[in-house]
């Protein structure tokens, strides 16, 4: 389906309902379309990362410079957030610019950056937050150095991985670390994200991006439970920087309702799609769910 009957049938779609004329239904889905990103996460699964270990358990059958145009062509979004692990180690200034171009034929846009470091999963252990010097620089080099990288792509921001829990009155490794990133990440034009995870209480994360001029970048699914995710949304949307993370898990909270507290709070930035393998078992069915959803909602 090309872009242009994907916007006929979205508009017809509201016609029918009686709402607004066909050109403003037009009008309104391209606009909704704007405010929406698509994360790489569950493509990832299928793209060389710098991470794997031995013979991957699915088959590697995407190329990251492939993705803005497959997101584009596929879901008419061009916005797309990109994770660093799925950029070689080998060949990166190259493969950089290649991206680069490739995201300028999509008409595309990195709206965010995640940096994980860690050699498997994403705990946070190599962090610019880690209380342990050796690693805390080590993990420093490299966020600056993705820093410069954002900003050849011309994204607006990196968020990093501050790890699982931090706890108030022992956050000094974590804020001078972050402090550091935030003051270079303003030298080249790059707002600093950090997310909500793990056990680490809301109100402590919003401490720490308040004292070190970072930003929030909520995720809807990373709270340990509702009373949280709804004290943490109010929280954390005022403090962010344009991005938010939205994932459907049914089982665990009302998608709706979730959507409805970041409109309260007055968000108006990108709604970036993090699907995974629990909503379907194909990433663009995934994120066909949710973006079927979070443009009825937004």
Known sequence: MNRRQFLFNSAAAVYTAGRVSIPQARAQSADKLQH??????????????????GAPKVKKDLD???????????????????????????????YLTDFRNRLRKAKSRVTNMPLEFDDQGTPGIISICSPDAKIQQHAIEMTKQWVDHAAFLGSPSIMINQGSHLESGKLGPAMEGLKTIVAYGRSKNIAILVENRGTTAPEVLAELIKATGSYSNPDIGNFTDEDARERGLRLLYPLSHGNTHVKIMAERYDFAKILAISKEMGFKGRYSIEAG?????????????ILDQLVELI
């Open 36 to 53: 929406v990103a698509v994360m790489t996460s569950y493509f990832g699964t299928r793209m060389p990362d710098i991470r794997d270990h």
């Open 277 to 289: 393998r629990q909503l379907a078992p194909d990433p663009f069915q995934a994120v066909q769910i």
């Open 64 to 94: 990251l410079r492939d993705f803005p145009d497959m997101i584009a062509d596929h879901f008419h979004i061009h916005n797309v957030e990109v994770q660093q692990m799925y950029f070689p180690a080998d060949g990166l200034s190259a």
